[in-house]
């Protein structure tokens, strides 16, 4: 299954009244109507616990919404077959906050390893490794291992990694939440380069600063629910 064109003029990502509970009582998302069109970057913003990091899981089918209907390009993942999980996960990348690197392999070889485990021939791992690492600016780094590299430089990893299939959409879970400010400014800058090159950027972030440096749209989340949501926002507290 692959994502629907975007010449059909569809949503890329539509949550249909989303509500998302966990036993006994707790209610993560509660009802949640969200449209975003294809080649967009949004900031998802919330403080610790409003429904931020849930929606991520919803999005890469970690987990299934309790009610409701996800729908990534015509594709309704809400109920979407083990099978399938691996097909859409190649068509969203995902960064997180700690890396999430192989320790013993280099910066090449972690990069690689995402093309290897899908069987990629190495043919396509040697021209997509690097000019994915050229993309995030770590050429010359590549027989580096992680813990050779600054935490910003790491991350840059993490996104290469997250570029080599090509995705449609790109999820940025906290990326700068390990970060100090210079290398936050970094990041932010090469996730609207990408966003520059056509694919969609949903940043989740409870830090204000890359938020209001951004300018771009902010959905704000509060208690499970949108509370706001500005095609030119700020994040306030």
């Known amino acids: 299954m692959q994502l629907i064109a975007s010449s059909l003029q569809l949503p890329l990502v539509t949550f249909e009244g989303i509500t998302k509970r ?113 993309i995030v600016g770590l050429e010359g780094k590549e027989e580096r291992f992680p813990g050779q590299l600054s935490g910003g430089e790491q991350q840059r990893v993490a996104i290469a990694r997250a570029l080599v299939h090509g995705p449609k959409i790109l999820v940025a879970d906290e990326p700068t939440g390990n970060l100090d400010s210079l290398h936050t400014r970094e990041i932010a800058d090469l996730l609207v380069k990408i966003n520059d090159f056509g694919t969609t950027v949903l940043l989740v972030t409870h830090n204000r600063d890359i938020v209001n440096m951004l300018r771009r749209r902010v959905i704000t989340l509060d208690n499970g629910r949108i509370v706001a949501d500005k095609q030119h926002g700020t994040y306030r507290l």
């Open 22 to 134: 966990y036993p006994p009582d707790t209610v993560a998302l509660d009802g949640v109507d969200l449209h975003i069109e294809a080649g967009e970057f949004v900031s998802i913003v919330g403080q610790s616990g409003t429904g931020k990091t849930t929606m991520v899981r919803l999005l890469i089918a970690e987990e299934r919404p309790t009610r409701g209907k996800i729908i990534i390009g015509g594709w309704d993942i809400s109920r979407i077959h083990g099978g399938d999980v691996p097909v859409l996960r190649r068509q969203i990348g995902t960064v997180f906050q700690d890396f999430k690197l192989l320790r013993n392999k280099t910066v090449a070889e972690n990069v690689a390893f995402a093309l290897e485990v899908c069987g990629a021939p190495q043919k396509r791992i040697r021209e997509v490794v690097p000019t994915v690492l050229a």
